[in-house]
């Protein structure tokens, strides 16, 4: 201690000697500057040290080393269609993690030049800038921030945790405190990420946690948002103005003050020119005076493709994570669907113009009066009233004001601003809650699901005509009844005993015994029906009620509820004499299932969705191995194609105005279906390789038009299927072709040519005939 004291005196008198200074106050000057010295050579690292162990729980915790080095962050899970196009996330944050190589050259350069252009030369603190940033401090002239990539990356991931400096003693003494802690912490985190992660990781890294607002979180969302584009194909000017918005993200925010991004997006430009990446003043002049042009499009579950989907399987989805402790929201799942985006795109498409076609006609049909009837075709009085009270706004107003308080009558009654779903787009207005029930219990619902016949994959599924504002989904959700479409199941029972399509039976109404009394099933006429002589394929094909219903008289209820049941039918069904025109609720999912069983030789898939889901490292977690079983044979599988090919054609079958071009070169087999009243339509379709399923109705089954005929399937339903088809089928790129059913490898035990049938009376023999006299 003696020989520092000594060499501090030698030196302060040699100063002053050579300085000729003997002024009392130099010694206090000189200790001052050696006690400042040593403060800070000692005294920095001891408060960084003390700043990463939390010393006395003055700092707040710190990140671990481990979690510096394997950093996570909340990524949405996302959706991906067999094509691979993304169809939507589930997210608290939207956040997409992407890797340097999914980023484009222009926009690693615009981030690195205008934000920390000397990023490769230093080691996350960039000392050069913190002199520049000291010196506009002093001199009281801002010449920008001092943070470098790797620091605001740091900030990103750790520092913006309220854990991170705000809970320890220093950090509550105020603003100023809590700041200069937390940049220390920016400091050392900084430091470990450029010992662990490459440059390159760490410039993917920083875009991939950064903020962009519009629910963007990363630069992979941000690029979807903004410009509809993904972030390796980004060009200067848009990188300009993404990059500029990190410094803030509402004031340069492209949508809400486009201004002020234009402006500085051009300030980004203009030092993209001064370092040299655009080469010219032409080409800077010719840039900077483009506008900009956005693709904005906020994701969210009520945008994009298969919205209805999506938010039906995000129950299965949550199910799942449960059982297995994952976070949907926020693990970064790729989850990977048999939906085809193209054949979602056709089947959303179809729905659109033939709905937006059927709601017009309904809307005429009815000439502003109430479409809702009871049995007897009467209007249902105080149908709105007692509908309101079943809504949330009601029960709302009850727990507000109290069941009896006028004050509920009158704020469902008072007007307010509302932006309602027209289909020309939405529309601002004034509306009560009142006259929002009234507008839409008016519309006309759908839904529409496809899948491959013979693997059970859905390749298509439209819930409903829009996600936003009407949530309820037709395709799964909804269960209704399914009229004469459920014939094939009471035809496909009979033929498994040993019926022959060419069967010939009289079209005249069988009489059942019910309890109370006797029913017989009436024609779509009203009728018992007309006498005439034909055959089970011609019954089915013109959906003749009396015939069915002589069939399921002949071989039971019980039958047909175990046949229908056995090929893919899971709803409970009625074993009564109206089961024969369909009278018990099942859903549009099951019958495609069910049908599809009729396709792929008899072999039922259960349709499923998802093929595998991936972590977020690209480990496969889960994969479906589809549930099949053998549930009638192949022979009554295709005497059952056999049938619904009647329809198309047969003289007078509903299918038989099938357009052209569907059945040129292809083979075609569809159901309609109409219930009591209209209620609801129904349209199956099958083709080689692919089934589909069309329903159509009110949100209640009390609406619907007032006529039998406007409202019957092959009006409403059938056009959809026809519209998707025909877009499936003008698409090349689609794996889905025209062509042919499979016939059965050992040929039929029957014959199909009716002229050759024996009779009723025959007992069936085995058939050799080649498969080209079989049609």
Known sequence: MSTSN??????????????????????????????????????????????????FGLFGGMPSLRSIENPENDLSSELISADGVSLGRYFRYNRAQVSFHDLSDDLVNTLLLSEDHRFYSHSGMDFVAYLRVLKGLITLSPAGGGSTITQQLAKNLYTQNPDMGLD??????????RRLVQKTKEWIIAFHLEKNFTKEEIIAMYLNTAEFGSNAYGIQVAAETYFGRTPDSLNIQESAV??????????????????????????????????GYIKTREAYDSIRELPIVLQYSVQNQNEGLATYFRSVISQNLMAWCKERNIDLWESGLKIYTTIDSRLQKYAEEAVAEHMKFLQTDFDAHWQGKNPW?????????????????????????????????????????????????????????????????????????????AIDANTGAIKAWVGGVNHKYFKFDHVRQGKR???????????????????????????????????????????????????????????????????????MKEIKEKTVVE????????????????????????????????????????????????????????????????????????????????????????????????????????????????????SDGWYMGVTPNLVSGVWVGGDERSIHYKSWSMGQGSRTARPIWEKFMLKVYADEAVEYKKGFFQRPRTGLDITLDCARYPGADSIPAVDNTPWNDFN
């Not at 977690?621 to 589809?626: D, Y």
């Open 481 to 551: 009844q399914p009229g004469s479409t459920f014939k094939p199941f009471v035809y496909g029972a009979a033929l498994e005993l040993g019926y022959n399509p060419c069967l010939e039976k009289h079209d005249i109404s069988p009489v059942f015994n019910v309890p109370g009394g006797t029913w017989y099933p009436p024609n779509s006429d009203g009728t018992r029906g007309s006498g005439e002589k034909m055959t089970l394929r011609q019954a089915m094909a013109r959906s003749v009620n009396s015939i069915t219903a002589q069939v």
């Open 168 to 177: 320890g003693t220093i950090g509550k003494l105020g603003r100023y405190p």
């Open 373 to 449: 009837l009871d049995e007897d075709g009467k209007e249902i009085r105080n149908f709105l009233q007692l509908r309101i009270k079943q809504t949330q706004a009601y029960k709302n107003l009850v727990a507000k004001y109290g069941q009896n308080s006028d004050s509920v009558n009158i704020m469902l009654n008072m007007k307010k601003p509302m932006r309602i779903f027209t289909y020309t787009g939405e529309r601002d207005t004034l509306f009560s809650s009142m006259d929002s029930l009234n507008y839409y219990k008016r519309f006309l619902h759908t839904g529409l699901v």
């Open 242 to 275: 993404l990059v500029g918005m990190l410094q803030a993200i509402t004031r340069f925010n492209p949508v809400f003050n486009p201004d002020n991004s234009l402006a500085k997006r051009n300030e980004v430009l203009a030092k993209l020119y001064r370092h």
């Open 563 to 678: 046949f229908a049941h056995r090929v893919g039918i899971s709803s409970p069904l009625d074993a009564v004499p109206s089961l024969c025109l369909g009278v018990s609720d099942v859903s549009l999912y099951e019958m495609v299932g069910a049908y599809a069983t009729f396709v792929n030789k008899g072999i039922y898939t259960e349709p499923y969705y998802i093929t595998r889901i991936e972590d977020r490292n690209g480990n496969v977690i889960e994969s479906t191995v589809p549930k099949t079983r053998e549930a009638i044979s192949e022979q009554t599988a295709f005497k059952m194609i056999y049938m619904l090919q009647g329809g198309v054609e047969e003289e007078g079958g509903t299918s038989r105005a099938l357009n052209r071009e569907l059945k040129t070169d292809n083979e075609v087999g569809g159901k309609t279906g109409t219930t009591n009243n209209a």
């Open 6 to 55: 000594s060499l501090k005196k030698t030196i302060s008198r040699k100063i002053r000697s050579l300085l000729g200074i003997r002024n009392p106050w130099f010694n206090r000057i000189v200790k001052a500057i050696w006690i400042l010295f040593f403060c800070v050579i000692l005294g920095f690292p001891l408060y960084i040290y003390s700043v990463s162990i939390d010393l």
